[in-house]
């Protein structure tokens, strides 16, 4: 006897509109793989901040979505041509009620890999998706679950890691949330330059700030009366993402980054947030060995690839021994010149 194929069983992918935005958001929030990467806000700021095409996939079986995978390409010639699971952010990939929807998203994306003539497709997994695709083992993220009462959090940091929050409280170190982007900037972007990697234009904050609201934050760190260090963070169900952070190099004597991170989990707690994501590090890298010792465990990020004309997987990172003649130039260059020219190429690194 044959089966018959009803629409119920009919999985289609379709390309993210805005009549849509809602009921993609609140997929994205009710499924447990879901992120703060995966919302549609990232199209916005995407399109808004860098002009660069994107591509948010959707699957849905009789009327439902079941399945979502946001896309955007970026296009060098310094850092090659890529297509995306989300540029700019750490974590994407399928996210998915069921194998059939993964595998319709996974083969949409593969399809339009090919048509756009990319280097590779990458998709920026928290899981594995045992695919069989190559696999970037470079990176880790920190997520660990937070109290409600601040001296339970201050008692769970390894010993050594409290002494140095215990001094910059003593610092007499104060914090407060701030509504602009202009006093976090100035700290962020003399940050990176120090570390030699060209800053993201003011632009691209402002509009993550418009774009997600509430859900977007900064904190600034100041000791009598300068700012030290500032911290932007996301916000997505009962979690915080601090997600760019900096400081001058007078924090470094003051504890200014270990009172912020600190200040942030203490806030968080008691308003209820519950999950603090220190977010991703290159494996043996300075912020790896920092966030270890706040007694966070590192979790494996599952980076997979589909290559179209690359022939191996891209390394466009620090870790790359071509860049690294860049980098220590950067490191040279005074502040005003950095921050004229590090968003050019700050917006093709993804």
């Known amino acids: 006897m044959q089966s018959t194929v009803t629409e119920s069983d009919v999985v289609t992918v379709q390309h993210l509109d805005q009549s849509n935005y809602a009921r993609w958001d609140q997929y994205v929030k009710e499924s447990t793989d879901g992120t703060f990467f995966h919302l549609s806000g990232w199209k916005e700021v995407i399109e808004r901040a860098f002009g660069y095409p994107v591509y948010f996939l959707y699957s849905e079986r009789a009327g439902k979505i079941t399945g979502v995978l946001p896309l955007g390409q970026l296009k060098s010639l310094l850092f090659g041509n890529t297509l995306s699971s989300v540029p700019f952010c750490v974590y994407g990939g399928v996210v998915a009620d069921d194998e059939a929807s993964a595998t319709s998203l996974r083969q949409a994306a593969c399809d339009l890999a090919d048509k756009l003539g990319v ?60 509504s602009g982007c202009d006093r976090f900037f100035r700290i962020y972007s003399e940050s990176v330059r120090n570390l ?71 806030r968080c707690g008691e308003r209820g947030i519950r999950i603090f994501d220190y977010g991703r590090s290159k494996v043996g890298a300075g912020s790896y060995s920092f966030k270890k ?9 599952h980076y997979e690839y589909y290559l179209v004309k690359a022939s191996e997987v891209p390394e466009v990172n620090p870790n790359n021994p071509k860049y690294q003649m860049l980098i220590k130039a950067w490191q040279r260059l005074p502040l005003p010149i950095a921050n004229a020219i590090g968003p050019l190429l700050a917006r093709k690194l993804g």
């Open 196 to 266: 030699g990697t060209p800053v993201m234009p003011l632009k691209y904050f402002r509009v993550l700030r418009e774009v997600f609201c509430e859900d977007c934050d900064v904190l600034v760190v100041t000791h009598e009366g300068q700012d030290i260090a500032a911290v932007m963070s996301f916000y997505f169900r009962d979690e915080v993402l601090p997600y760019y952070g900096g400081s001058i190099p007078l924090a470094r004597n003051l504890k200014g980054n270990d009172f912020m991170y600190w200040e942030l989990m203490r």
């Open 293 to 301: 010792n706040w007694g966070f465990t590192p979790e494996p990020l």
């Open 119 to 178: 280097d590779a497709l990458e998709l920026k997994n928290r899981t594995p998706s045992d695919a069989g695709w190559p696999v970037k083992d470079l990176y880790v993220t920190f997520r660990k679950e937070i109290s409600a009462d601040p001296d339970e959090n201050l008692k769970a940091i390894p010993r050594k890691q409290r002494a140095m929050v215990r001094k910059g409280i003593k610092a007499g170190l104060s914090a407060e949330t701030v």
